[in-house]
């Protein structure tokens, strides 16, 4: 089985300023996608950016880019301008390209924005 | 509206009362999954089903039963819950595998006493 690991169960940024959310996986795979999510405090589970692993050029959706470092099976996620509807719990997940079924999911990292 | 429905949304049972969640989606997706999540460990893969009569593992299977009879509805179904099983439940679906976004439904937050 896969493994996600997100590092920083808790992390805060004055608004306005930029924040970097780290993850990193491991798997023997070359073919997998990754993807980040939000969940604000209405628990809804909101996708927010996804990268293809053999695509090398960095994922971005408008204020949320990540750096995908694939040789060191990285995949960070920068916020931008952080908002304060930016609070929320962020998971990092992974999915298999080989048939793609299954979704591994990171432990989260919650998001506090100070105004 | 394109969206995943989940019922009940709360839920509080005692010991082994056999339950249901239901899951519909009105997107014709292939693809169904339910998820737990629970406090300092993520959400964690319970089934998943790839189209109608098929189903697989995810990683916590163990006391949950799941079926895929149609394609819009893949209920979870707990035979004979404990309290190891109180957590928040989600259902997700997507059009297919890979690259494709999942959609969650809104949660179903179940007490086993």
């Known amino acids: 089985a896969q493994t996600v690991t997100q590092s920083q169960p808790e992390m805060s940024v004055q608004e306005a300023e930029t924040v970097t959310l780290s993850c990193t996986y491991d798997?023997?795979?070359?073919?997998?996608?990754l993807f980040w999510y939000k969940q604000p405090p209405s628990r809804q589970m909101i996708l927010v950016i996804r990268?293809?692993?053999?695509?090398?050029q960095n994922a971005t959706e408008n204020r949320f880019s990540v750096n995908f470092q694939k040789a060191a099976k990285s995949f960070s996620l920068k916020i931008s301008d952080s908002q304060l509807g930016d609070a929320a719990m962020y998971f990092c997940a992974y999915r298999s390209g080989l048939g793609g079924n299954q979704f591994y999911f990171g432990t989260g990292t919650s998001l506090t924005v100070i105004p | 509206e394109a969206q995943v429905t989940q019922n009940p949304r709360y839920l509080i049972t005692v010991t082994g009362k056999k339950l249901t969640v239901t899951c519909s989606q009105n997107m014709n997706h292939e693809y169904m999954s339910w998820y737990r999540q629970d406090p300092g460990l993520g959400l964690r893969q319970i089934y998943y089903s790839m189209n109608v009569e098929v189903t697989d593992k995810g990683d916590v299977p163990e006391g949950y039963k799941v079926s895929r009879k149609e394609k819009r509805n893949f209920p979870l179904i707990l035979e004979s819950p404990s309290p190891n099983q109180t957590s928040l439940y989600f259902c997700?679906?997507?059009?297919?595998?890979?690259?494709?976004?999942?959609?969650f439904g809104p949660g179903t937050r179940l007490t086993v006493l």
């Open positions: 798997t023997s795979e070359s073919d997998y996608y």
């Open positions: 997700a679906s997507s059009l297919g595998t890979g690259w494709d976004e999942q959609f």
């Open positions: 990268q293809e692993a053999y695509k090398q």
